[in-house]
């Protein structure tokens, strides 16, 4: 991108205040005066950072500055949950339908953007062991969604036959609090893509995935374990680290509301991550759990 030094700082300051407002538009250029200046920014910068910052281009005269942008109202957390659903399906959209199209080349990632998990509605995670520990644990998936939830996991048994072999998909388990929620501890779950497993099948399907928005291309969840009642976590990490295997697998709520299982549907996995949040950084494969869960207000004790 070539730089205009004749136009000041502040002119492009408030080009790029104007394009963040019309993000879906070109703006008017401050060189060429044609409607082709576009502005564009690092998703994981624009999430964490509330002084982002903007790369602006212009398609008719080449010109362009890179302008990081302080005290925007648009970007303060309390105010900025539309903006970052928009921009996060303005960049996310095109690839997951890459995905899609490639779905036997690309299963694992296929199952992390699989369309269905928006009616499905990922609820809550749980987890299940065998009471002798003769057997590896469960992590179970647990869908508002019954049918839609169980569809998504036919299509990757279909496709993978029960079992992750090359652990392409990347299952994270983020404990630590959320700013703002140090009151109510909680842990993130985080399945996507494995980045460089997702990298090697674009580069052979001869499409390119920016590995910024790599940590966006799956699914999440906040869980908020209810005070008083035993945890779960601890004892699925003691028989992970015992069988270093667990199930990944759909569960629903029966009309008694009680948890069923699904373990025919599952995915046999020999790898997790389990983190702190204290360790992500911006470029993070879970950069998402740094942000995503403040738009989500935990239960009340």
């Known amino acids: ?98 995905i899609q199209d490639h779905v036997k080349t690309m299963p694992a990632a296929a199952f992390t953007t699989h369309p269905l998990w928006a009616e499905a509605k990922w609820a809550a995670t749980t987890f299940r062991w065998h009471p002798t520990s003769e057997a590896p644990p469960i992590m179970g998936i647990v869908f508002d969604n ?11 048994k279909r496709q993978m036959n029960h079992s992750d072999r090359f652990e392409e998909i990347r299952v994270s388990i983020i404990e630590g609090p959320v700013p703002g929620q140090e009151k109510r501890p909680g842990y993130s779950v985080h399945i996507c ?9 674009a580069t052979i399907e001869d499409f390119v995935v920016d590995p910024t928005i790599v940590p966006f291309l799956g699914q999440w969840n906040r869980h908020y374990p209810i005070p008083g009642l035993p945890q779960m976590l601890p004892r699925f990490k003691q028989e992970f680290d015992r069988h270093k295997e667990f199930l990944l697998a759909p569960a629903v709520r029966r009309a008694d509301g009680q948890l069923w299982f699904e373990p025919e549907l ?22 998402a759990a740094l942000i995503l869960p403040q738009f989500i207000m935990p239960p009340e004790s």
């Open 193 to 201: 893509a494995d980045p460089e497993s997702l990298a090697a099948h």
């Open 1 to 98: 991108m070539k730089s205009n030094d004749r136009l000041s700082t502040d002119s492009w300051s408030t080009i790029a205040k104007l394009a963040i407002s019309n993000p879906m538009s070109a703006v008017e250029c401050p060189k060429c005066h044609a409607r082709s200046l576009t502005a564009t920014w690092d998703l994981a910068d624009l999430l964490l950072s509330p002084e982002p910052v903007i790369d602006l281009h212009c398609s008719t005269c080449d010109a362009g500055n890179r302008i990081r942008l302080v005290d925007i109202p648009e970007f303060r957390p309390s105010e900025r949950e539309a903006m970052i659903e928009m921009i996060v399906r303005e960049q996310v959209d095109p690839i997951v339908k890459r």
């Open 266 to 287: 599952g995915i046999v996995k020999n790898e997790i991550h389990f983190r702190h949040l204290t360790d992500i950084t911006q470029d993070d494969p879970d950069a």
């Open 146 to 156: 019954a049918e839609a939830g169980k569809e998504i996991f036919r299509e990757a």
